[in-house]
């Protein structure tokens, strides 16, 4: 009764046994049991000098011997045959994961045991490559992470984040040179605004026209990323672009709310064979959306606070404008600054610094009284407290604005003197930056040569020996300096 699930167990347990095990045990079955028998043949003619067995018997021992032989041949065979099989279709994963040269090579080999050794020995060869390959990958993306940090913590304005998105995205699609381009007011020019991987020099502006047939124009109305050739640029004349665009581009529009800002590039590098995949397409398009939105962003911000600088310098004037004495003021400190900067060599950076400063370093007496403000008459000891807080309420008013931030220093600390007597914060010498030095010199030059309630106006000439005298309280170079300026625009009466 339990002969019948003995036998299937053991046929499953066979069915399930490892190659080597199979082939042991038909190897016993074929080669084994017909050298016993042979060896009991041999015996038995060595006793008897004839076998002891009817030649019927040994007939069916014979044949029974030679049909092992054939059914080990036969099952020993089926496993190598699976082993052909296990090699064809190991051939054909591989498609997918070896280069066609190494899977033609593998093909070409007779011995199937051998191209499965070499199989195993290319698949690992390609986990190696892989591994490599994520290790670069990890560290690529932490110095990516790096980078925007870096961007973050640094960012002045919306260039820096776009330079290094262009420089993220030539890097990982191994492209020789990225390029953004923006749109002009009039959508009739296309402005390289960032470069990386050739030299530019973003002050000069360099523009493609747009005209009906144009590629880039295509683009742009299509709103979809292509891959084009650079060689219709060759019309344009100018050598100076085919730095950037000559041979097969990646063409990415930025696209935000259906509204194009402008187009993203990136060039092929020579000797590359294939143009840039539907993959890289479609991931260059994503990013440059996103691009479209930061710049769309940008321009929102920079609305938002240049409509507050004018809201601002609008109060300004108006406390300027408050004092019949001082009316003007703001203006002509920005002029006499400006003047000491541009002689002193300032940057443009510098130059605007001063100017906004100037417009708005008196900003602060919106909130000082009109009876302090326009008391004709020295003022008392507790009306100059009031008067002092000046310099921090106007501090306080642009510090929320970011792009308004590099203007608190010369703002709250105009009135400082070099030993230490000004106010609000009682700085000493180098303490003071030059910028404020500048703006200090200004305002007292322009004070002293303005008609006040408690003294009639000074000349030019007895305004410079006045400043001249306050050694201890103003640079003198920067005295100099304005000095110079007025005598070449024969001011200096």
């Keep these: 009764m339990q002969k019948g699930p003995k036998k299937m167990i053991f046929l499953a347990s066979f069915e399930d046994a490892s190659i080597l095990r199979k082939f042991t045990i038909l190897f016993l079955i074929t080669s084994i049991?017909?050298?016993?028998?042979?060896?009991?043949?041999?015996?038995?003619?060595?006793?008897?000098?004839?076998?002891?067995?009817?030649?019927?018997?040994?007939?069916?021992?014979?044949?029974?011997?030679?049909?092992?032989?054939?059914?080990?041949?036969?099952?020993?065979?089926?496993?190598?045959?699976k082993v052909i099989d296990i090699s064809k279709q190991n051939s054909k994963a591989l498609e997918n994961?070896?280069?066609?040269?190494?899977?033609?090579?593998?093909?070409?080999?007779?011995?199937?045991?051998?191209?499965?050794?070499?199989?195993?020995?290319?698949?690992?060869?390609?986990?190696?490559?892989?591994?490599?390959?994520?290790?670069?990958?990890?560290?690529?993306?932490?110095?990516?992470?790096?980078?925007?940090g870096h961007g973050i913590s640094n960012m002045e304005n919306i260039n820096s984040f776009l330079e290094l998105?262009?420089?993220?995205?030539?890097?990982?699609?191994?492209?020789?040179?990225?390029?953004?381009?923006?749109?002009?007011?009039?959508?009739?020019?296309?402005?390289?605004?960032?470069?990386?991987?050739?030299?530019?020099?973003?002050?000069?502006?360099?523009?493609?026209?747009l005209f009906d047939g144009s590629p880039l124009t295509k683009?742009?109305?299509?709103?979809?990323?292509?891959?084009?050739?650079?060689?219709?640029?060759?019309?344009?004349?100018?050598?100076?672009?085919n730095v950037f665009f000559d041979g097969t581009l990646l063409c990415a529009p930025l696209v935000?709310?259906?509204?194009?800002?402008?187009?993203?590039?990136?060039?092929?590098?020579?000797?590359?064979?294939?143009?840039?995949?539907?993959?890289d397409l479609e991931m260059v398009f994503n990013?440059?959306?996103?691009?479209?939105?930061?710049?769309?962003?940008?321009?929102?911000?920079?609305?938002?606070?240049?409509?507050?600088?004018?809201?601002?310098?609008?109060?300004?004037?108006?406390?300027?404008?408050?004092?019949?004495?001082s009316h003007g003021h703001l203006d002509r400190v920005a002029s006499h600054a400006l003047m000491i900067g541009k002689r002193l060599g300032l940057d443009e950076a510098d130059l605007n610094t001063l100017r906004d400063a100037a417009?708005?370093?008196?900003?602060?007496?919106?909130?000082?009284?009109?009876?302090?403000?326009?008391?004709?008459?020295?003022?008392?000891?507790?009306?100059?407290?009031?008067?002092?807080?000046?310099?921090?309420?106007?501090?306080?008013?642009?510090?929320?604005?970011?792009?308004?931030?590099?203007?608190?220093d010369l703002i709250r600390h105009h009135h400082e003197k070099l030993d230490g007597t000004g106010y609000p914060d009682g700085l000493k010498g180098e303490e003071i930056s030059p910028l404020v030095r500048i703006l200090s010199v200004s305002d007292i030059y322009d004070a002293l040569t303005t008609d006040r309630p408690y003294r009639p106006r000074k000349s030019?000439?007895?305004?410079?020996?006045?400043l001249r005298s306050m050694k201890d309280h103003v640079d003198q170079d920067i005295v100099d300096v304005l000095s110079e300026c007025l005598e070449s625009e024969n001011n200096l009466t």
């Design 287 to 325: 990013l440059a959306s996103q691009t479209a939105v930061a710049l769309e962003n940008s321009k929102l911000n920079r609305d938002i606070e240049k409509t507050y600088f004018e809201t601002i310098s609008a109060l300004a004037l108006a406390v300027d404008a408050k004092d019949n004495y």
């Design 359 to 408: 417009r708005l370093h008196d900003l602060g007496k919106i909130g000082i009284p009109d009876d302090v403000l326009k008391k004709e008459g020295k003022l008392t000891d507790e009306e100059w407290i009031i008067m002092r807080r000046h310099p921090e309420i106007g501090e306080s008013i642009i510090k929320p604005v970011r792009s308004l931030q590099h203007l608190c």
């Design 460 to 466: 030019k000439h007895e305004a410079m020996n006045i």
């Design 97 to 148: 994961l070896l280069s066609p040269e190494t899977v033609k090579e593998l093909n070409q080999e007779e011995n199937e045991i051998v191209v499965l050794s070499r199989s195993f020995s290319a698949v690992t060869q390609r986990l190696e490559e892989n591994v490599r390959s994520l290790e670069l990958t990890k560290k690529t993306l932490h110095s990516i992470m790096s980078k925007v």
């Design 33 to 81: 049991v017909p050298m016993v028998l042979l060896y009991y043949i041999y015996v038995e003619i060595t006793k008897h000098g004839k076998i002891g067995i009817s030649n019927t018997s040994f007939t069916e021992v014979i044949v029974l011997m030679v049909l092992g032989v054939f059914i080990g041949f036969i099952t020993i065979r089926s496993l190598l045959v």
């Design 219 to 241: 683009v742009l109305s299509d709103k979809k990323p292509v891959n084009l050739s650079g060689i219709f640029l060759q019309k344009s004349n100018d050598p100076q672009l």
């Design 256 to 279: 935000y709310h259906d509204k194009v800002s402008g187009i993203m590039t990136l060039k092929k590098r020579e000797g590359q064979k294939e143009d840039f995949s539907a993959e």
């Design 165 to 209: 998105i262009l420089e993220t995205l030539t890097n990982a699609l191994n492209a020789k040179v990225g390029t953004l381009l923006l749109l002009n007011d009039k959508k009739t020019e296309l402005i390289i605004n960032t470069v990386h991987g050739a030299g530019y020099d973003a002050q000069k502006k360099i523009s493609l026209k």
